[in-house]
């Protein structure tokens, strides 16, 4: 079975749903055979490359509210990640384009590293308040994920797996997701948002009973042989 | 789509139901996408080797009727093959153990020419009462479905594909065919018998349709960020 996540590294109910949904894996019977593909959503890839600005600012901008209102907003979504056990600081936390964090995330995926790497900047950003939008930031978090750095930062400076990164898009659309995070599974599932646990769990069980199915018949038995002596 | 069909080569009714299948086959829309396997099944796996018995005097026997009547049966065959084009010539013809048959059906698959020498060895038995039986006769009868005749010859003199042909059967019995022909679509789906095309028509359209599912909604999409100003 292939589970499919589409997410963007600056989503907070992206790394809230991996929580989710790993936490019904986990408690899957049949983990052993269930493949995890990261998958590449850009939240606004219209954002100008190599600008960020504060989050708190642009939600203040966004919803024409005070910026303490804002800030409250953040966190609301500090507690509840930490009700998954993540630890979200929030302040201080800028937007960006996630073009190259996603690039990464796929040089990633061709080195076996794919879900470190996610993993790493979901943490980068939300735990720790790194940027995952600089090149030196992002060579050094692929480092820590196991991945080359110089190999991370040749990457990032060249276009190497953008159109990848566009295809992963565009797939998310074509399959209907107006948002992210966006699971799918075996292409018969899908999950919208950071759902709880069971809402996997069920997904992923009526996955594996398609996987399995037992053989359903057609039409009615009729001229059949049973043994040599066959007569019609 | 992966078409498996069990059969004997001495069974009538697969014959039959390999054309039957075949028209249903000829107007699918998504024909170039089936792959048809066949599967070897025997009848009588204890008929001793190297021996046959005339199958009128087996059915008389069997049945405790006048050989007389088990003649008229297989005319009836012969009437029921006529209507799917098939020219049954059933008198005189014997019955024997497939296994050698089978085993070179075997060989076929690994040449690409499984069809083409499932139709011969059927032609052989019911049109041309040809031996299916003894290693001259299988010879001669790959060589005309395309097989290198000293392959055939060698593959018949050795034990080769035994293990394949026993296999073969077992997945059968697993799968709950008591007879055959057996058809079974990617797993899904069973047809027992040489059933009409429209049998076939609506498995390979189910199948289809399982096989290229529209993705299933699970739960109610919640905590998704549909822009970067993703609020709790």
């Avoid at 993993?119 to 978090?141: C, G, N, Q, Y």
Wanted: aromatic letters at 8%; one cysteine or more; glycine letters at 6%.
């Amino acid at each position: 079975m292939r589970v499919e996540i589409w997410s963007d590294v600056v989503c907070p109910w992206c790394y809230i749903g991996k929580r989710q949904f790993e936490k019904a894996l986990a408690g899957f019977e049949h983990r052993d055979q269930v493949e995890v593909v990261h998958r590449s959503f850009q939240l606004d890839p219209s954002f100008p490359p190599g600008e960020t600005v504060d989050v708190a600012d642009m939600l203040a901008a966004k919803y024409g509210m005070p910026r303490e209102q804002a800030v409250e907003m953040n966190r609301q979504m500090e507690k509840r990640a930490a009700t998954v056990g993540l630890e979200y600081r929030l302040e201080g936390g800028r937007a960006g384009n996630t073009s190259d964090a996603h690039r990464l995330i796929h040089l990633a995926a061709k080195h076996g590293l794919q879900d470190e790497t996610v993993e790493a900047l979901f943490k980068a950003h939300f735990t720790d308040r790194r940027s995952v939008f600089d090149h030196d930031s992002l060579t050094e978090i692929a480092g820590e994920a196991g991945l080359d750095a110089a190999t991370a930062r040749e990457t990032l400076s060249s276009t190497a797996f953008t159109a990848e990164v566009e295809a992963d898009q565009r797939e998310a659309r074509d399959l209907g997701a107006t948002g992210v995070p966006f699971f799918v599974i075996d292409r018969r599932y899908g999950i919208s948002g950071a759902q709880p646990p069971e809402a996997f769990t069920e997904a992923l069980t009526r996955a594996w009973t398609d996987a399995h199915p037992t053989l359903t018949t057609i039409g009615t038995p009729s001229e059949t042989c049973t043994d040599e002596t066959c007569t019609p």
